[in-house]
């Protein structure tokens, strides 16, 4: 939980953000939504609002259905029980998009394995080395067992740099344009103006309908 992570007892945000996140998908009448395992829950509570307004008030909402990625849960390179997380204070955690060539390998150098040198893939006895894999593989799209297969020989150390350079592959094109469209603010605000009045045409008619289906209109 996040809340283990704050000093405090956590913020209000905490409780929020699900309530929050179900009126942004029925707000658009979404049926079908991405999500990762964490938010799944979210999503529950989405649907269960759905059916509980329209039992009240007919209906109107569609009950939104999950999408769930096929790509396993990407695991800390520091700690590898928690999943990565851009708001881990640890920076050698997480490996972010903007992150340079540089970085990325120097984050797998480090990453936490265990005392064993050859790669396998197991999640529970060497969770570790087994992120490792993971990533290699949602980056890769082969399975794990096949870059097990092709890595026999190597040590932990030496699969950490072929791990980090198809990472350091795979998101130089990203990266780049990032950079790119950072570099073009009137492109972005563009953007991001015609995205607002579209996301308003699609929302301002459920707002009016819902507005006057509980009787504040």
């Known amino acids: 939980m996040k809340s283990l992570n704050q000093k405090n007892e956590g913020s209000v ?29 979210h999503l529950e509570l989405t649907q269960d609002v759905a059916r509980i307004f329209n039992h ?3 209906e109107f909402f569609p009950i939104p259905r999950a999408l769930m990625s096929s790509t396993k849960k990407i695991r800390s390179l520091r700690d590898p029980t928690v999943k990565m997380s851009k708001s881990d204070p640890q920076n050698l955690a997480t490996v972010r998009l903007t992150d340079t060539p540089d970085e990325i390998i120097m984050k797998f150098r480090k990453a936490v394995t265990d005392c064993t040198s050859e790669v396998t893939y197991d999640p529970e006895g060497r969770p570790g080395v087994s992120n490792l894999v993971a990533i290699h593989s949602a980056v890769t799209g082969r399975t794990p067992e096949e870059l097990v297969k092709q890595s026999r020989g190597l040590e932990t150390a030496q699969y950490k740099l072929v791990v980090a350079e198809a ?12 950079h ?11 953007v991001l103006e015609h995205g607002a009045q579209g996301a308003r045409e699609v929302a301002a008619p459920v707002y009016d309908a819902v507005c006057r289906l509980v009787g504040l209109r």
């Open 180 to 190: 790119r469209l950072r570099g073009d603010v009137g492109f972005l605000t563009e």
């Open 13 to 41: 945000g905490l409780f929020t953000y699900p309530v929050l996140q179900a009126a942004d998908i029925l707000l658009y009448k979404s049926t079908h939504v991405p999500v990762g395992d964490d938010q799944a829950q």
């Open 167 to 178: 990472v350091i592959s795979q998101l130089a094109p990203i990266r780049e344009e990032i």
């Open 56 to 58: 009240r008030y007919g």
